[in-house]
Each structure stands twice: as structure tokens, then as C-alpha cells.
Nanobody, 128 residues
Framework: QVQLVESGGGSVQSGGSLRLSCAAS????????MFWFRRAPGREREAVAG???????TYADFAEGRFTISKDNAQKTLYLQMNNLKPEDTAMYYC??????????????????????WGQGTQVTVSS
């Protein structure tokens, strides 16, 4: 049974930083594609970043240069380091996994959000 559990969310002021974690169980991270998505109040869920062992990490435009996705395969944990946070980053952040993700398929998952499993989310609130 695959489970994803996010943590690390909270309330910060504009310009602050947070590090989100996603603890995974029931899967091998080395062969999967993993993602962070977010949903802001009143908006649709959107991709934040994706990571796959043999491909470059990929970021949404708003995340480029401020957010860093990484993972520890041995610890089965996905991370999202978020720096210089802005009020518009306020959202529920979700990690997700696509178990079978050959080649550049992870890029399409960022568009389609067709992941196999999702976490329950962790709230990030940024005040001005």
C-alpha cells in the first residue's frame, strides 16, 4: 500500500522560507517520478515541480529560482525547499507519485496531474 504523508507547512512572513517533506512508503523512489502540486484558495491545482532520477528537475515558472525539489531515495522522502516566499504562494501543497514513469513522461504528468497516488496536503500560509 503506497502512502504519502506531507509535513513542514506553516505560517511565515513574506520573504521567509519553509521546507516541506513527503514521507513515502510502499514504493521505491528510485524508479518513480515524484511531484509537488499546490492549490490556492479559489484556484485550480497547479504543478510546482517534478523530479526523476535520470532527468533534470522541472519547475513551474513561479517556482524557478525560489523553490528546490529534492529527494532522498534511502529515506524515501521527497522535499521542497521554498525560499523568498510570497503571499501568492499561500496554498495547500501536495506531493504525488507516478510509479511507472519512463523517459520524459514526468513532464506530461506535470501538465495532466495524472499521478497514481497523492498525499493529504500540508498548508502553507504566507503573510505580507
Amino acid at each position: 500500500q503506497v502512502q504519502l504523508v506531507e509535513s513542514g507547512g506553516g505560517s511565515v512572513q513574506s520573504g521567509g522560507s519553509l521546507r516541506l517533506s513527503c514521507a513515502a512508503s510502499g514504493l521505491t523512489l528510485g524508479t518513480a517520478c515524484m511531484f509537488w502540486f499546490r492549490r490556492a484558495p479559489g484556484r485550480e491545482r497547479e504543478a510546482v515541480a517534478g523530479i526523476k532520477d535520470d532527468r533534470p528537475t522541472t519547475y513551474a515558472d513561479f517556482a524557478e529560482g525560489r523553490f528546490t525539489i529534492s529527494k532522498d531515495n534511502a529515506q524515501k522522502t521527497l522535499y521542497l525547499q521554498m525560499n523568498n516566499l510570497k503571499p501568492e504562494d499561500t496554498a495547500m501543497y501536495y506531493c504525488a507519485v507516478k510509479l511507472w514513469c519512463p523517459g520524459d513522461q514526468y513532464l506530461s504528468v506535470l501538465r495532466t496531474q495524472e499521478a497514481n497516488y497523492w498525499g493529504q496536503g500540508t498548508q502553507v500560509t504566507v503573510s505580507s
